[in-house]
């Protein structure tokens, strides 16, 4: 299983007023090659993304608040990484967290980008050094995501991790179709406002073995920090390329999250939990057919209050009856932007929703609007 390293961040976020996310739903379009899940049109992609950080870069709106972006599971082509880091570090805001997941390289090439950065990966290198040592496991396909913080005084910091999930397929008899298992987790603190928050890649959120599960982990790191110190933990973002982001292995595991059904969990019960997958446009996988991406959702406890509703583009529920509150957006292309709730509970004196949609966006002639101002014209 993994361990959770904990990194200290100097992002000042506002003390007291909602935090903003963007999470987009975009879709993948996936070729094998040499047993690995590569995008098939790297430059097209890199041109699609470079829309969205455009966008994000440009603040119109409310955007220049947007704390959090999130791209989905192997969003971003692997020769295009340093002009996104790049971008980033010379566009983005200060204060501004981005995480996205990019399509899967050796993992000699995985280590190599390790040591570029080892000053924010030390333990995650030390982690690959020792078991590119133990075998011969040089080109072993590695999927791998990045969270990019641009610090409150413009240092630009990377962190990387890599899929603990160990089969590229779910399950595959050919061990060509393994993936390189990661074993370190970032725990993001943000200081001086404390906020704390990790991030997964899709199957990584169910993933166990014989002797426990990455989720446990979680919750037990989650509740030594609030037994320790009364923190918790605020986030987890969940980047999926997800062709079934509702299986029951899922819901379950949501389920026991939130549920306190054999323990006392504070660490975890005020978490809000992302999950950011890709759009039913998605292809490149077989059996497409049977498949059903999308389905992007923010989840939150119970305790929060969120009435029920039903729209075009989202849906408000509990997930069949499960201790949560979960906003469900739909499959189509598009970019999510909300709040994340401060408030762990309904205020008794008001009746403002803790957590609230601030914009829907879709893509036309390679621009992104918002919903309600394209239906509007």
Same mark, same amino acid.
Request: charged share 25%.
């Given at each position: ?43 097209? /992609? ?18 220049? /608040? ?83 913080? /641009? ?30 298992? $990661? ?50 933990? #605020? ?22 999250? +939130?549920?306190? +059904?054999?323990?006392?969990?504070? $660490?975890?019960? #005020? ?8 759009s039913a446009e998605t292809s ?29 583009? +989202?849906?408000? #529920? ?8 979960r906003l469900r957006f739909g499959?189509?292309?598009?970019? +999510? ?9 309904? #205020? ?17 002639? /390679? ?11």
């Open positions: 299983m993994f361990e959770i390293v904990e990194k200290q961040i100097n992002v000042d976020l506002p003390l007291g007023h909602q935090l903003y996310c963007m999470i987009c739903q975009i879709p993948n379009h996936l070729g094998m090659v040499d047993f690995s899940c590569r995008l098939a049109d790297p430059q097209k /992609k890199w041109n699609e993304l470079k829309t969205i950080f455009e966008l994000m870069a440009a603040g119109e709106g409310n955007l220049k /608040k947007c704390h959090f972006l999130a791209l989905p599971e192997a969003a971003i082509p692997a020769e295009y990484v340093d002009t996104a880091l790049t971008f980033i570090k010379e566009r983005f805001r200060p204060n501004t967290v981005t995480f996205f997941g990019i399509d899967h390289i050796p993992l000699v090439k995985y280590r190599d980008f390790l040591e570029r950065y080892s000053d924010d990966n030390s333990e995650a290198l030390s982690s690959v050094i020792q078991d590119l040592d133990s075998g011969d496991i040089d080109e072993i396909p590695t999927n791998w995501s990045i969270t990019a913080v /641009k610090e409150n005084d413009g240092r630009f910091r990377v962190f990387a991790q890599a899929k603990s999930h160990p089969f590229v397929g779910e399950e595959h008899l050919d061990s060509q179709y393994d993936l390189y298992r $990661g074993k370190i987790f970032p725990l993001f603190h943000c200081q001086p406002n404390s906020f704390n928050f990790m991030s997964l890649i899709c199957l990584d959120y169910v993933y166990r073995d014989l002797y426990q599960s990455n989720i446990s982990v979680i919750i037990d790191k989650a509740n030594k920090l609030f037994f320790n110190s009364r923190q918790r933990l #605020d986030l987890l973002m969940v980047l999926e390329c997800n062709p079934k982001p509702e299986h029951p292995a899922f819901r379950d595991v949501v389920n026991g999250f +939130y549920g306190e +059904y054999l323990a006392y969990t504070p $660490g975890v019960r #005020d978490t809000t939990t992302v999950f950011c997958n890709t490149g996988l077989p059996n497409k057919e049977a498949l059903s991406f999308g389905y992007s959702s923010v989840t939150i406890h119970k305790s929060h209050k969120v009435t029920h509703a039903d729209s075009n583009e +989202y849906l408000i #529920d509990d997930f069949g009856g499960l201790p949560v509150c499959t189509e292309t598009r970019l +999510y932007y909300f709040n994340l709730p401060i408030f762990h509970e309904l #205020d008794p004196r008001t009746t403002r929703k803790p957590l609230k949609l601030h914009g829907i966006f879709t893509q036309e002639d /390679k621009r992104w609007n918002r919903l309600d101002d394209r239906q509007d014209k």
